[in-house]
């Protein structure tokens, strides 16, 4: 399990029982525009471990929404205000989509099928 942010040194067990206590996935939305151009991201996958808040995780793409979102005309007034609410409302769950991920049996060609 590596690739998402905040399960360094964590074994399986560990994500397992946060999971099961209330701990989750989350991705967070920015919006950055020039003009005529606006793009709307996803963050990198983050583990959210149970009882921890995520405005902190947050800050960053709140902020970079905040200051350079609005600049497209039209979509940076219609991503911008999606995704500062996204954000500050924990980010958006992605926890179903992850564990079924990391359960999904894997290709590996050194075995013969």
Same mark, same amino acid.
């Given at each position: 399990? &590596?690739?998402?942010l905040g399960m360094e040194g964590l074994s399986t067990a560990q994500v397992q029982e946060e @999971? +099961? =206590?209330?701990? =989750?996935?989350?991705?967070?939305e920015y919006c950055v525009s020039f003009f005529v151009t606006t793009m709307? +991201?996803?963050?990198?996958?983050?583990?959210v471990r149970a009882g921890q808040g995520t405005f902190g995780l947050s800050l960053g793409? &709140? @902020?970079l929404s905040l200051f350079l979102g609005w600049w497209g005309i039209p979509w940076g007034f219609i991503?911008?205000? @999606?995704?500062l609410s996204t954000n500050l409302h924990g980010g958006k769950d992605v926890t179903e989509l992850v564990v079924a991920s990391l359960l999904a049996p894997r290709y590996d060609p050194r075995l013969q099928y």
């Amino acid at each position: 399990m &590596t690739g998402i942010l905040g399960m360094e040194g964590l074994s399986t067990a560990q994500v397992q029982e946060e @999971l +099961r =206590r209330g701990g =989750r996935f989350v991705v967070f939305e920015y919006c950055v525009s020039f003009f005529v151009t606006t793009m709307r +991201r996803s963050s990198d996958v983050y583990f959210v471990r149970a009882g921890q808040g995520t405005f902190g995780l947050s800050l960053g793409y &709140t @902020l970079l929404s905040l200051f350079l979102g609005w600049w497209g005309i039209p979509w940076g007034f219609i991503y911008t205000p @999606l995704c500062l609410s996204t954000n500050l409302h924990g980010g958006k769950d992605v926890t179903e989509l992850v564990v079924a991920s990391l359960l999904a049996p894997r290709y590996d060609p050194r075995l013969q099928y």
